[in-house]
Nanobody, 132 residues
């Protein structure tokens, strides 16, 4: 089992920005891809941002494209998510994930709803709440 450590999150107002970080601290593990999913109660988990650790190719859902930016630090097996112009609809539990992608780096299911395979590694989640 691979540990993913999330940090960031919290409560912000609409229009503000927020940063999420995720690290895979085990030095023996090298992620193929890392990214973020989010979930609100009663709804399916939604993939929103992903980066292929090999070449930095980025993938976004339509719901966050143009507002969120994902970046990677391959030396530290870490990804960062900058969330700009947040909206109340961005309120959710945000989960870091790793190795949910195809061999070419695309998230499984992309550009439709992402479909992470059972072998995906997950963080515990961090809450983001956006007030109007």
């Amino acid at each position: 089992q691979v540990e993913l450590r999330e940090s960031g999150g919290g409560s912000v107002k609409a229009g503000e920005q927020l940063f999420l970080n995720c690290e895979a601290p085990d030095p023996s593990y090298t992620a193929k891809c890392m990214g973020w999913f989010r979930q609100v109660p009663g709804k399916e988990r939604e993939g929103i941002a992903s980066v292929f650790m090999y070449d930095g190719e980025e993938y976004y859902s339509d719901s966050v494209k143009g507002r969120f930016t994902i970046a990677r630090d391959i030396t530290h097996n870490t990804v960062y998510l900058q969330m700009r112009s947040v909206k109340p609809d961005d309120t959710a539990m945000y989960y870091c994930a790793a190795d949910f992608c195809l061999p070419d780096g695309r998230p499984r299911g992309y550009p439709q709803r992402w479909a992470p395979p059972p072998e995906t590694y997950w963080g515990r989640g961090t809450q983001v709440t956006v007030s109007s």
